[in-house]
């Protein structure tokens, strides 16, 4: 199966950056369509964003848009996830997933194929 791993999570104050990074097994990484989900305390999982294999597509959570940007570099089997201005309301365990062809009809949808273990983010006031 494939492995998905996240980094790039930490203690940031408000107003902050990270970039979370997703590697990803396999040599299909190119067919994919990536995702990134959060899960607060206490909350559902929740849609954060997504990418076409192309890069061609993106997708954003209204919540995120505007201050998060999600890329990918195929070459490297690796998504990314940068988030600016960063509010508390963004602490969460973010989970980085990948949509096996054949690919969903909404990539907004939880029913990707493949999850990572999820990385911390935590936003400080």
């Known amino acids: 199966q494939v492995q998905l791993v996240e980094s790039g999570g930490g203690l940031v104050q408000a107003g902050g950056s990270l970039r979370l990074s997703c590697a990803a097994s396999?040599?299909?990484?190119?067919?994919?369509?990536m995702g990134w989900f959060r899960q607060a305390p206490g909350k559902e999982r929740e849609f954060v964003a997504a990418?076409?294999?192309?890069?061609?597509?993106?997708y954003y959570a209204d919540s995120v848009k505007g201050r998060f940007t999600i890329s990918r570099d195929n070459a490297k089997n690796t998504v990314y996830l940068k988030m600016n201005n960063l509010k508390p309301e963004d602490t969460a365990v973010y989970y980085c997933?990948?949509?096996?062809?054949?690919?969903?009809?909404?990539?907004?949808?939880?029913?990707?194929?493949?999850w990572g273990q999820g990385t911390q983010v935590t936003v400080s006031s």
């Open positions: 396999g040599r299909t990484f190119s067919s994919y369509t």
């Open positions: 997933a990948a949509d096996r062809p054949p690919l969903l009809r909404d990539p907004r949808s939880l029913e990707y194929d493949d």
């Open positions: 990418i076409n294999w192309t890069g061609g597509r993106t």
